[in-house]
């Protein structure tokens, strides 16, 4: 089946093959792709347009001496496979399996980590400059596709680039696509076709004028004729990274492997910054995917005969979906209300937005600071823009949330998907964090429903809030419960308890909640009664219902699906420690290290912040053999 591909364990396997070998490689590494990710899901239509370029590279150049960078890495399932990690790709973003991406600690071959988008010419420059001091003459290669180029850093390092003029390869995977369709006039400006109606249409435009002209208009039109090259050469992408310091080559034809692996033997012996400009199909070879490349994008197993995803039970509608709904929902009544994502509509639920609203709807491309500077600017004309990110991907934009919208107190409204752990992306994508760097910005609130239907009651509490507001929540689906028809704000500060209990407070936050109520159901079956609170707001802390049940009780346990360094449990642990001396306080969350991969079920249950793990921690915590240490105030030292 995968007679070629079984011998390549190395690039110096691939380095032995003659040139018509290749073609049948890439072949059987596009059926091996399909295979296996049909099998396990993943990031299936920019690896298949990828596969080409990636076999030119490593034929080309000489990893590991040579560095290939992968910008966000997802499209590098070939590198992988052909860099000795093919019987293992069956493993890819699985539970103690591979990576989805270029990871340093896997293999020498991947010469820098990602997952986050556009980082990959600036490390890349920070290589070649390196060398250049060490005296190597190492080939440095960063490869970064049209989506990942409208991430600001990528043209930070650009123009560094440029300027110092050290050996550096950058190839712009150009597919014209991000996740969805790419956007911006720098996507326009690249991928313009000089050959196709635009300059036709452009110099039939030039000649009618120049035609028009009385007398001399014949000799210009002559003239004209001869600038025509300069015109094309004047406006073909290459002008914009000519003009940055860069030797520009293309556009070339990507899954042309005779031509790429051609232009790449020639760039290798170029010096200086080059920018090659390769053009490519996302989803190649496989019609579904090509047909429709967002949906390929990220997916999970599907049957690769009809390209249909292999969807698991019918589950309640995810949070996402509720966020999107909701937002068409308000914005129905109120023409304020703006939508911005970063270069993903369909991932954060606002396709149905954009489609009901497209002139208050706002896709940046994958510029996330500018997506909250652009919000808060918004914002100080009275709208009320609410900005959906992925929590992760917040992480970037850490100064824009304190400088833009917190010091000046605007009321933006910062829809944090995929906060929590994710799942198969791992530990560049689990958005563990934001309870910790949004609590301590003074005039930030933050918030986390326990469900779907609190869900769509706190995004109306955020955006009529008129402050700067957080409202975080988990990927993947509900509870099911039943949806409230009208939406009512939730007073700021205010949680809920939801159980009473004399032997212990168990306090939790989102995603926590609800395994919280289970493990008090189990810690009944020990003869132990715990209360439990729903806390909503991990600033302002609701101090009242927090400090009422810790003095009940004696003790506290806090759930969260964030770092419990600075996190929720700490926002507690500061609030008793001032105003509740003597209570015994234990915290449940992501420890202070990186979570792997692995199912949100898998991680959560390691990390005990699933129900069995919570009442586990609240037995040993209440010394569960301890019958004595059991009732009212049992847990006073
Ligand atoms: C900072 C950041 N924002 C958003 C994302 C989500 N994301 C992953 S891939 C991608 C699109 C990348 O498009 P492109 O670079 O053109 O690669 P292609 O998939 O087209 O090969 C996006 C938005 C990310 N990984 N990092
Ligand atoms: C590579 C990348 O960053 C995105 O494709 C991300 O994997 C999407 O995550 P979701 O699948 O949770 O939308
Ligand atoms: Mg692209």
Known sequence: MYTLLNTINSPADLKKLKQDKLLILADE???????????????????????????????????????????????????????????????????????????????????????HSSTSISAGLGMAVAHGLKEEASKVIAVIGDGSLTGGIAFEALNQAGHLHKNLIVVLNDNEMSISKNVGALSTFISRKLTGSYYRGLKKEMQGLLKNIPAIGGNILHFARKAENSLKGFLTPGTLFEALGFEYIGPVQGHDLPQLIEIMQNVRALEGPVLVHVMTTKGKGYQPAEKTPDKFHGVGPFDVKTGKVIAGKPGAQSYTGIFGETMVKLAAEDKKI?????????????????????????????????????AAGMATEGFRPVAAIYS???????????????????????????AGLVGDDGPTHHGVFDLSYLRHLPEMTVMAPKDENELQHMLKTAIYSDRPIALRYPRGAGYGVAMDESLQAIPIGVGEQLAEGGDLTLVAIGSTVYPAMEAAELLKEKGIRATVINARFVKPLDRNLILAAAGRTGCIITVEEN??????????????????AGIRVKRIGVPDRYIEQGSQAQLRQDLRLDAA????????????????RTGPGACRT
């Open 29 to 115: 590494i596009r059926e091996f792709l399909l295979e296996t990710v049909s099998k396990t899901g993943g990031h299936l239509a920019s690896n298949l347009g990828c596969v080409e370029l990636t076999l030119a590279l490593h034929y080309c150049f000489n990893s590991p001496d040579d560095s290939i960078i992968w910008d966000v890495g997802h499209q590098a399932y070939t590198h992988k496979i052909i860099t000795g990690r093919r019987d293992k790709f069956i493993t890819q973003r699985q539970y103690h399996g591979i990576s989805g991406f270029p990871k340093r600690s896997e293999s020498m071959h991947d010469a820098f980590g990602a997952g």
């Open 392 to 418: 992760t991907f917040v992480q970037r934009a850490y100064d824009q949330v304190f400088h833009d919208i917190c010091l000046q107190k605007l009321p933006v409204t910062l829809a944090l998907d995929r």
């Open 613 to 628: 793990g919570i009442a586990q921690t609240a037995a040993e915590f209440l010394g569960k053999n301890d019958s004595s």
């Open 563 to 580: 770092a419990m360094q600075g996190g929720f449990g700490s926002a507690v642990l500061e609030l008793l420690a001032d105003e509740a």
């Open 338 to 374: 703006i939508a911005i994502t970063a270069a993903m509509p369909d991932g954060t639920g606002l396709t149905p937005f954009a489609k009901a609203y497209p002139d208050r709807f706002f896709d940046v491309g994958i510029a996330e600071q500018h997506a909250l500077t652009f």
